[in-house]
């Protein structure tokens, strides 16, 4: 069981360019979810999913793209890298019932030049 | 609109003081949970505590204790005799629920506290 995992777990990006950060749970979690932690900001909701097929927006929605094909992966799309998005970035899962305990990832340490 | 905040940007303390975690938060739920997560150095966010919104006790787990309180809006996390392994950043969070308790998992943190335990 590797609970969640994230790929690359760091990169650098020139402006303008493209790329997927990765997400994979083994866990059969319904719910996933993309985090940005920012200095003196906490972690704010890029994305999330409830399943295979349904994704909405979170709090921070703008320049990232998402989609859930099936239940353990859910990539998270930058389409033209900006340095505002020079971030570290969490995945999340967890179950939907009550006993909600969110399983983080380790992060991916993007960096936007 | 949920916040969360949590006012003590920075808090350092010696080896053994008790240290208090400040969060209040804001909610028009009348379900839903609160958390606390430790983010030491090396990065990864470690689950500390859950609480629902009907639970009102206290919880006390080793030198960690919290202290949930609906009337003030607040759930502060106390490390009692702290040790230089506590030092990390702090964020308390929260998540709505709906009225069976379900919650659909987005939750909003607050800014996080850096506390350093020197030795």
């Known amino acids: 069981n590797a609970g969640v995992t994230q790929t690359p777990k760091f990169q650098v990006l020139k402006t303008g360019q493209s790329m997927t950060l990765q997400c994979a749970q083994d866990m059969n979690h319904e719910y996933m979810s993309w985090y940005r932690q920012d200095p003196g900001m906490g972690l704010r909701l890029i994305h999330y999913?409830?399943?295979?097929?349904?994704?909405d927006q979170g709090e921070v929605p703008n320049g990232y793209n998402v989609s859930r094909s099936t239940t353990e992966d859910f990539p998270l799309r930058l389409l033209s890298a900006a340095p505002s998005q020079t971030s570290v970035y969490f995945c999340?899962?967890?179950?939907?019932?009550?006993?909600?305990?969110?399983?983080f990832g380790p992060g991916t340490r993007l960096t936007v030049l | 609109a949920q916040k969360v905040t949590q006012a003590q940007t920075e808090i350092s303390v010696v080896e053994k003081e008790d240290v208090t975690l400040d969060c209040v938060y804001e909610t028009r739920d009348t379900t839903y949970y609160l958390f606390w997560y430790k983010q030491p150095p090396s990065g990864e966010l470690v689950f500390l505590i859950r609480?629902?919104?009907?639970?009102?006790q206290n919880e006390i787990s080793g030198r960690y204790s919290w202290n949930f309180q609906k009337s003030t809006s607040s759930f502060n996390f106390t490390i009692t005799a702290s040790q230089v392994v506590d030092s990390a950043v702090y964020f308390c969070?929260?998540?709505?629920?709906?009225?069976?308790?379900?919650?659909?998992?987005?939750?909003?943190f607050g800014q996080g506290t850096i506390l350093t335990v020197h030795p």
């Open positions: 999913s409830v399943g295979a097929g349904i994704t």
């Open positions: 609480r629902n919104s009907f639970d009102e």
């Open positions: 999340a899962s967890s179950y939907f019932v009550s006993n909600n305990e969110q399983f």
């Open positions: 969070a929260l998540s709505a629920a709906d009225a069976g308790g379900t919650s659909y998992g987005k939750l909003t």
